[in-house]
Every structure is written in structure tokens, then in C-alpha cells.
């Protein structure tokens, strides 16, 4: 059975219709001298149906191995632009890494016989700006869905504010939040940092909070206390004024989040579910455009 469809191993058609009946007419009619050479119950039938077996197996695998190492390349992708995200790196350096990837591995694989097929692996990496752009907030979504999903589960959480201005000038309010289940269970992330366009005063913070609560569907009634000027915020100002420094001041608000958010999560990430979403997300849209 290969997806659904039934396949003779002696001649490798397709059966269309997946009934005894048919099978065994297929069979009677083009393959009748089958039970001569290869009598039921025996040894030497065994054999040879092991033998078509594997050579079927390796014909799949020869479809099958290139979709393998192109989902490879991705989540090696995704898993590099999430370690540059997470040490502040402009997203043009995926470049360099991939370049340095590869003089290195040309001299610390130089004697292994499998060495050009390393090359090649690290030669299928995407790594481009424009492709660690886009992982970054893949994984910026990511992470939010799964922060959403923890704020559904809850019983209570607080909130924490601060405000602080980068290096452009522009006032940023951070809030962390922590979570707390009913197993006693708590957790600290980065639930959102808001860029303060005008001015900062208490009316403004507070209009910004609650234009936020708006549009994501916070459950206020599970929030139990607000507090300001603490430690994580102040850790979170810190990684800001590293990812947004003078040579990135153009960085957009959404990517200084997703930026920041990856720089202090403490979410354990499932790569394979990212890139079957972004291949879900990609087919949907070629169907979109035919």
C-alpha cells in the first residue's frame, strides 16, 4: 500500500480499486507464472518477495530523501536565526555564519569520505537577511501562541510595567507576566512591549494597556496585581538597547518585539511543528494564487 493505493511488487503498477477481486485477477492474468517459479510457502518465495519489497523501499527513498533534507536545511535555519535572535545579532549576519560554516567545514571534514555531501548540506542553509527576517517571526508567533495557550490555562497572573526610551528617543512600555496554575506552577515572560508614540504619562500608559487588553482578549478578571520599575524589566531595557543600537535604529517596532521576545523567553521551542506550519502556510497560499 503506498498512499491509499494498492502497488503489485512484481511490476509495480497501481491497482485502482482496492478489492480482494481485483488483486487476485491482476494477479491470475499477468503474473500466472509466478506461482511456478516461486511456489506458495516456500523459501525461495519468501526471498524474492523480500527482494521487491526493498526495491520498492528504495525507490520511494529516492523521492523521500531530498523532501528529508530540505526540512533538515529549514529547521537548521530556524534554529540558527532563533540563536542569533537570542544574542542580539543583526539579522544580516546568518550570512557570515553560513560563510564561516563553511570554510570551517571544509578544513575539519577534509578526510571524511562523506565530505561533499556535508558541503552540500550546509551549502542548502537559508540564511539570507530577508530569510532569518522572516524565522524571526515565525518564531516570534510562535512564541506568542504558545504564551496565549499559558494565559488560557492560568488561574491568576500579575503584571509588571516599565518604561524606558531607546535610541531613537522613543518611550517603550515592556510588561512581563507571570503566570501562576493550579498544580502551584509559575512563569515569568515578556507578554508585550508597546512603543509610546506621544508622551508618557500615566493616562497614556493606561490607554496604551488597555487599547492592548483590547486587541489580544486579555482576561482581566485573572489578574490579581500590577507593579512597576522591577528587576525583569530593567533586564529586558538592557537586551533593547543592545538589539536596537545605532546601526539598527530602523528596526520596526514588531521585529524589536519578536526580537526581544526570543532574547528572554524561556520557552522550549518545537522546530518540526514550525516548519510543518510554514510548509502548510506555503502550500495554502500557491493554492491561493492558481
Known amino acids: 500500500m503506498l498512499k491509499d493505493k494498492c502497488i503489485c511488487l512484481i511490476c509495480q503498477l497501481t491497482i485502482s480499486t482496492t478489492k480482494k477481486g481485483n488483486l487476485e485477477r491482476h494477479f491470475r492474468t499477468t ?13 525461495v518465495r519468501k526471498k524474492q518477495l523480500e527482494k521487491l519489497k526493498l526495491e520498492i ?17 529549514t529547521i537548521a535555519s530556524f534554529r540558527i536565526s532563533h540563536v542569533l535572535a537570542k544574542n542580539k545579532k543583526s539579522f544580516q549576519t546568518g550570512e557570515i555564519v553560513k560563510q564561516a560554516f563553511l570554510e570551517g567545514a571544509d578544513a575539519l571534514f577534509e578526510n571524511f569520505k562523506n565530505k561533499s555531501e556535508i558541503l552540500s548540506a550546509i551549502n542548502d542553509l537559508q540564511l539570507s537577511r530577508k530569510t532569518v527576517t522572516r524565522r524571526v517571526e515565525s518564531i516570534g508567533q510562535n512564541l506568542v501562541e504558545i504564551l496565549k ?8 497572573f500579575s503584571l509588571q510595567f516599565d518604561e524606558s526610551t531607546d535610541i531613537t528617543d522613543t518611550a517603550q512600555l515592556c510588561i512581563f507576566i507571570r503566570l501562576v496554575f493550579s498544580n502551584f506552577n509559575s512563569k515569568e515572560e515578556l507578554l508585550t512591549i508597546i512603543p509610546m508614540k506621544s508622551t508618557t504619562r500615566g493616562v497614556d500608559i493606561y490607554q496604551a494597556f488597555i487599547n492592548f487588553v483590547n486587541k489580544s482578549n486579555l482576561p482581566l478578571y485573572k489578574l490579581v496585581c500590577i507593579t512597576t520599575d522591577g528587576a525583569p524589566a530593567m533586564i529586558a531595557f538592557s537586551h533593547m538597547k543592545m538589539i536596537k ?11 524589536l518585539e519578536q526580537c526581544l521576545r526570543l532574547a528572554v523567553n524561556n520557552y522550549s521551542l518545537d522546530y518540526d511543528k514550525l516548519v510543518n506550519d510554514m510548509q502548510c502556510h506555503t502550500s495554502t497560499m500557491a493554492r491561493s494564487t492558481k
Open 245 to 255: 543600537t545605532e546601526f539598527r535604529s530602523t528596526l520596526s517596532d514588531d521585529h
Open 149 to 156: 495557550q499559558d494565559i488560557k490555562e492560568c488561574v491568576y
Open 57 to 73: 523501499d528504495k525507490q520511494q527513498l529516492t523521492f523521500t530523501k531530498p523532501v528529508l533534507k530540505s526540512k533538515a536545511a
Open 31 to 43: 503474473h500466472s507464472k509466478f506461482d511456478i517459479d516461486f511456489p506458495p510457502k516456500t523459501e
